[in-house]
């Protein structure tokens, strides 16, 4: 039943105006229509909750895929050895390409009036060689199950916002 609103008169539930006073009833319709807008948002709000949170629980799309296939090879079991070989070649092959970037960059720069230049150029050298040393302990110690991968994830992220700047 809708109850009239200027002369209180119960009237049926689909009428459109009042059976006393003639007056028009308010619909059902706004509030069915405001229920729906409530209900869908509050649908998009727990779908938005379910991909943060699987996004959270998986935590894997913030690595490098190095880093993902690391993952992946320890999820399926392979040895340490083996994890460790490939582990060590790929910090190899980050080493040597930080060197070759360092010296390009200082045997552009001859000249004696550049030698702070080259002293920061050493600087950040070092800086990003102790960085790929700090991602290879680590990845080794995972390699080895010394640590979980959530605790692996979780440290990786730690060691990628402290990545040196370098400029070059």
Request: charged fraction near 30%.
């Amino acid at each position: 039943m809708v109850k009239c609103s200027h002369c209180n008169t119960e009237n049926e539930e689909n009428a459109t105006h009042c059976q006393n006073c003639g007056k028009t009833l308010p619909t059902n319709k706004t509030k069915k229509g405001i229920n729906k807008i409530i209900l869908v948002g509050v649908g998009i709000l727990v779908l938005i909750g379910v991909i943060l949170a699987i996004t959270m629980f998986t935590g894997t799309s913030e690595v490098s895929e190095f880093d993902q296939e690391l993952i992946n090879s320890v999820r399926n079991g392979e040895s340490s050895e083996s994890l460790i070989v490939k582990i060590k070649e790929y910090s190899d092959l980050n080493l040597e390409g930080s060197k070759e970037a360092y010296e390009h960059l200082v045997s552009g720069n001859q000249s004696d009036d550049n030698s702070t230049f080259k002293e920061e150029a050493k600087v950040n050298y070092e800086k990003e060689q102790a960085y790929i040393q700090k991602i290879e302990d680590l990845q080794i110690r995972f390699a080895k199950r010394e640590i979980t991968e959530e605790t692996f994830i979780t440290e990786l992220k730690k060691l990628y916002q402290q990545q040196p700047e370098l400029d070059y």
